[in-house]
């Protein structure tokens, strides 16, 4: 799965779980661009990017990340 393909999957999960059908990433997107992205809304989005992606996050993964550059590369690593 190339980074393209990440981050097309990643969007349009991203827009399900913030209700946003017009919202873009780019590797530099923080949870502060995102209306909306708060603690509880984070949990509904790693939980809907594992299922979308068939992969398991721990908690030191999640810790990590600091923008969705990040969460691409670290799905890019679990992805098989």
Do not use: C, Y
């Not at 502060?32 to 996050?57: C, M, P, Y």
């Not at 550059?69 to 670290?74: S, V, Y």
Request: without cysteine; aromatic residues 8%; glycine residues 4%.
């Amino acid at each position: 799965m190339t980074k393209t393909d990440i981050q097309r999957q990643l969007t349009t999960v991203f827009r399900d779980v913030f209700d946003d059908p017009r919202l873009e990433l780019n590797d530099s997107t923080t949870a502060q661009d995102v209306e909306n992205w708060d603690s509880i809304t984070h949990v509904d989005l790693i939980g809907a990017v594992e299922k979308s992606f068939g992969i398991r996050f721990t908690v030191k993964d999640i810790r990590g990340l600091t923008n969705v550059g990040d969460f691409i590369r670290l799905i890019a690593s679990l992805v098989k």
